[in-house]
């Protein structure tokens, strides 16, 4: 089966508002203004409202309410506004259990949390990517989210093969779902985020995690790969094969990565769970 | 008052959750100390059956050196500020060294060829390094794998038991 086949055949598309996926296009540009950012949003009224709410909870600790959507990007900013809105209008489709991965409830949308954030610590630390923060947060809250449509697809049959491959015969996780199915989570992502029209880097980025390109220039997949390894490092790694990701040596040798670099990261990660966990109570 | 039947309800039981670059050391024998999603990381629990204390620390990296902030603010995250720590804490609480059972699990690798990224090796030959050099031997040990792990010290007998990700938890 291929990738498109699959989306197409799949019932539950996770559903997102058509102001998010808005918001998500704009980051192709170079520069976006407050004022793009407050018009994509005023299109959707349900998407407002949580995110003033998530705007007067306790964990921005503003002095004074914010009761309108200009008011909010003009006091947080555009990037923490962005950051929010993903948050809300991603957080309820990925927090569902995923079964066929022995993932339970909350743990995918931790994983792709801890994921953006690190992809923000990545950029920062291997600054010749020159990838902006808000881009490479949006990659990695998306990078995993083929699973959603993939684990129906994965009968108790796939389910055992995969396994078997995994556990005998050294694949990843992705490559055991190749070999079975004829398509991996990543291709799934990148089919389901190509019919939502987003930007070509972005589908990219989801769509190569598990095998980035790096010429003729590194493109935006190497940050969710290094992003998700250095999620897993860190202990944000669900499903009973958390740890059956294949490191793309080409990256490590293209970036010069060094153990001590890796461990930086990796400390980074786990300063960023603080703000994850903020996240997690906004969604 | 009307004097009827007396029920005797056991309080339940405690759980102390030791998060990643954290440490419990306790001596309440009514609790569990337990840690969750142990991947490359390594947990190293430490128990008593004399005095009935016992410690679960849940070490990232091997070597404080990368950070000497994070060495002092963090002393968790490290094997070679973490593991002294833990043992000390349980020393105060009244624990025997010579009587200390010691169980490690963890260390899960990412599929890494080259092994830049094995941090789960590099963690697991760190905290051997330290043990040898302090003369002190793993009792029981789970390294390794392509899982996460939850690790569960119970302070009431010191038996420690491992659950990855749909699986039932086993004694380790």
Redo the contacts between chains.
């Keep these: 089966m291929t990738a498109i086949e699959l989306v197409n055949k799949v019932k539950n598309l996770p559903p997102v508002s058509n102001a998010a996926l808005k918001l998500v296009s704009l980051l192709e540009q170079p520069a976006v203004s407050n004022d793009e950012v407050v018009h994509a949003l005023k299109c959707d009224n349900v998407l407002t409202a949580k995110l003033l709410r998530a705007c007067n909870s306790p964990y921005f600790g503003l002095e004074e309410p914010v009761s309108s959507v200009d008011q909010a990007v003009f006091i947080l900013g555009h990037q923490q506004i962005l950051h929010i809105v993903l948050t809300l209008a991603f957080g309820s489709a990925m927090v569902v259990p995923l079964p066929a991965y022995a993932v339970e409830a909350n743990e995918l949308w931790r994983h792709s949390l801890v994921t953006a954030t690190a992809a923000e610590s990545v950029v920062e630390s291997f600054s010749n990517l020159s990838v902006e923060g808000p881009v490479a947060f949006t990659v990695g809250l998306l990078h995993d989210i083929g699973k959603l449509v993939l684990s129906q697809a994965l009968t108790v049959e796939y389910q055992s093969e995969i396994r078997r491959l995994v556990e005998q015969n050294n694949f990843s996780r992705a490559e055991a779902e190749k070999a079975t199915i004829g398509t991996d989570h990543a291709e799934v992502g990148a089919q389901l985020l190509q019919s939502w029209h987003l930007p070509e880097d972005i589908v990219e980025a989801v769509g190569n995690h598990h095998s980035p390109l790096l010429k003729p220039r590194p493109r935006l997949s190497v940050v969710t790969h290094l992003a998700n390894c250095a999620a897993h490092l860190a202990g944000s790694a669900p499903g009973w094969d958390g740890y059956a990701v294949r490191v793309n040596e080409d990256v490590v040798k293209t970036l010069a990565i060094t153990p001590d670099r890796i461990d930086l990261l990796i400390v980074a990660v786990r300063d960023s769970f603080d703000k994850v966990d903020g996240f997690m109570t906004m969604s | 008052m009307t004097p009827g039947r007396t029920w005797v309800i056991a309080p339940p039981r405690r759980s102390f959750v030791v ?3 954290d440490m419990v050391a306790s001596n309440d024998a009514n609790a569990d100390i337990i840690t969750y ?5 390594l947990g190293i629990a430490i128990y008593d059956p004399v005095k009935k204390v016992g410690g679960l620390l849940h070490i ?4 404080s050196k ?2 000497a902030a ?1 060495a002092v603010s ?1 002393p968790f ?1 490290f094997v070679d500020t973490g593991v002294p720590r833990l043992f000390h804490s349980a020393y105060d609480l009244g624990a025997d060294r010579n009587r200390l059972i010691v169980k490690v699990a963890g260390g ?7 092994g ?2 094995n ?2 090796e ?1 963690n697991f030959i760190a905290l051997n390094a330290l043990f040898a050099l302090k003369g002190i031997p793993i009792h029981a040990k789970e390294v390794g ?4 792990r939850t690790m569960r010290l119970d302070l009431s007998n010191g038996n420690v038991t491992i659950k ?4 039932a938890a086993y004694p380790l």
């Design positions: 998060g990643v670059a999603s142990l991947g490359s990381c990232m990296l091997p070597d990368i950070d994070k963090s995250m899960s690798q990412l599929l890494d060829e080259k830049i990224f941090i789960g590099r794998g392509v899982s996460s990855p990700p749909g699986v």
